[in-house]
Protein backbone atom coordinates (compact mmCIF):
# COMPACT_ATOMS: atom_id res chain seq x y z
CA UNK A 1 0.00 0.00 0.00
CA UNK A 2 3.39 1.96 0.16
CA UNK A 3 2.71 5.29 -2.03
CA UNK A 4 -1.58 5.37 -1.68
CA UNK A 5 -3.52 7.69 -0.21
CA UNK A 6 -5.34 5.87 2.54
CA UNK A 7 -8.79 6.08 0.09
CA UNK A 8 -7.12 4.36 -2.44
CA UNK A 9 -5.86 1.76 -0.14
CA UNK A 10 -9.60 1.16 1.41
CA UNK A 11 -11.02 0.25 -2.06
CA UNK A 12 -8.32 -1.74 -3.13
CA UNK A 13 -9.04 -4.03 0.00
CA UNK A 14 -12.54 -3.42 -0.28
CA UNK A 15 -12.17 -5.20 -3.90
CA UNK A 16 -9.83 -7.53 -2.32
CA UNK A 17 -12.52 -8.84 0.43
CA UNK A 18 -15.56 -8.94 -2.29
CA UNK A 19 -13.47 -10.82 -4.70
CA UNK A 20 -12.20 -13.67 -2.22
CA UNK A 21 -15.79 -13.81 -0.90
CA UNK A 22 -16.78 -14.27 -4.49
CA UNK A 23 -14.92 -17.23 -5.14
CA UNK A 24 -16.08 -18.66 -2.32
CA UNK A 25 -19.17 -18.29 -2.99
CA UNK A 26 -18.63 -19.73 -6.75
CA UNK A 27 -17.03 -22.65 -4.66
CA UNK A 28 -19.67 -23.06 -2.35
CA UNK A 29 -22.15 -23.10 -5.17
CA UNK A 30 -20.09 -25.81 -7.48
CA UNK A 31 -21.09 -27.97 -4.11
CA UNK A 32 -24.81 -26.83 -4.14
CA UNK A 33 -25.20 -23.81 -1.87
CA UNK A 34 -27.69 -21.61 -3.69
CA UNK A 35 -28.19 -17.68 -3.32
CA UNK A 36 -31.18 -18.28 -1.14
CA UNK A 37 -29.14 -21.04 0.94
CA UNK A 38 -26.86 -18.50 2.13
CA UNK A 39 -29.64 -16.01 2.71
CA UNK A 40 -32.16 -18.10 4.77
CA UNK A 41 -28.95 -18.41 6.86
CA UNK A 42 -28.24 -15.03 7.11
CA UNK A 43 -32.10 -14.60 7.74
CA UNK A 44 -31.77 -11.69 4.92
CA UNK A 45 -34.17 -11.61 1.81
CA UNK A 46 -32.22 -13.55 -1.36
CA UNK A 47 -32.11 -10.13 -3.28
CA UNK A 48 -29.86 -8.76 -0.17
CA UNK A 49 -27.28 -11.81 -0.62
CA UNK A 50 -27.10 -10.93 -4.74
CA UNK A 51 -26.53 -7.33 -4.22
CA UNK A 52 -23.62 -8.33 -1.87
CA UNK A 53 -22.29 -10.51 -4.39
CA UNK A 54 -22.66 -8.64 -7.24
CA UNK A 55 -21.96 -4.94 -6.16
CA UNK A 56 -18.23 -4.39 -4.08
CA UNK A 57 -19.95 -1.28 -2.67
CA UNK A 58 -23.09 -2.77 -1.05
CA UNK A 59 -20.66 -5.26 0.29
CA UNK A 60 -19.15 -3.91 4.01
CA UNK A 61 -16.67 -5.68 6.22
CA UNK A 62 -19.76 -7.00 8.46
CA UNK A 63 -21.36 -7.97 5.08
CA UNK A 64 -18.72 -9.96 4.17
CA UNK A 65 -17.71 -11.71 7.52
CA UNK A 66 -21.69 -12.74 7.87
CA UNK A 67 -21.13 -14.33 4.40
CA UNK A 68 -18.06 -16.32 4.83
CA UNK A 69 -19.69 -17.17 7.85
CA UNK A 70 -23.07 -18.49 6.32
CA UNK A 71 -20.59 -20.53 3.83
CA UNK A 72 -18.47 -22.46 6.43
CA UNK A 73 -15.47 -19.77 6.69
CA UNK A 74 -13.51 -17.38 9.08
CA UNK A 75 -12.77 -13.73 7.64
CA UNK A 76 -9.48 -12.63 9.04
CA UNK A 77 -8.21 -8.83 8.39
CA UNK A 78 -4.21 -7.98 9.28
CA UNK A 79 -2.64 -5.15 9.64
CA UNK A 80 1.24 -4.90 8.87
CA UNK A 81 3.37 -2.31 10.03
CA UNK A 82 5.59 -1.07 7.22
CA UNK A 83 9.38 -1.14 7.80
CA UNK A 84 10.16 2.22 6.48
CA UNK A 85 7.97 3.79 9.88
CA UNK A 86 10.20 4.32 12.24
CA UNK A 87 9.19 4.01 15.69
CA UNK A 88 9.28 7.79 16.74
CA UNK A 89 7.63 8.71 13.25
CA UNK A 90 4.65 6.15 14.44
CA UNK A 91 4.61 7.83 17.49
CA UNK A 92 4.22 11.05 16.29
CA UNK A 93 1.50 9.98 14.32
Do not use: H
Amino acid sequence: MRGEGAAAAAERVQFEVWRMIGRVFEACRTNGLSQSDVARRLGVPRGQVCLWLRDKERMTLKAAARLADAMGYDLEVRLIRRASLRPAQAEAQ
